[in-house]
């Protein structure tokens, strides 16, 4: 069974930083993109994702609202990726879902989700 397990969220103040992981089980790996989208409360899931990476080569994306604050990475010994959110801002208060599949910046994209962890970042 394919399985993806976040962690990592939490409560942190406007300008500190959080770490999130995404640990990948009952997949072949490499064949994979593994991506964070977020959702906030009372909205749709956006349909394109924050981060993504793919496992095979580790080319990564980043949407340009948080370039230059978060950075995704791999660990393929670990199967899991991460992302590093740095000078968090209160507009990315969300649920964060890690996703996989053959493509991972679409939402379209995406075969497998993980549970979700919350993100609140106060002013």
């Known amino acids: 069974e394919r399985q993806l397990v976040e962690s990592g969220g939490g409560l942190v103040q406007a300008g500190g930083s959080l770490r999130l992981s995404c640990a990948a089980s009952g997949f072949t790996f490499d064949s994979y993109g593994l991506g964070w989208f977020r959702q906030i409360p009372g909205k749709e899931r956006e349909g394109v994702a924050v981060a993504c990476i793919y496992m095979s080569d580790g080319s990564t994306y980043h949407a340009d609202s948080v370039k230059g604050r978060f950075t995704i990475s791999r660990d393929n010994a670990k199967h899991t990726m991460y992302l590093q959110m740095n000078s968090l801002e209160p507009e990315d208060t969300a649920v964060y879902y890690c996703?996989?599949?053959?493509?991972?910046?679409?939402?379209?994209?995406?075969?497998?989700w993980g549970q979700g962890t919350q993100v609140t970042v106060s002013s």
């Open positions: 996703g996989a599949g053959s493509g991972c910046i679409d939402l379209d994209e995406i075969e497998v």
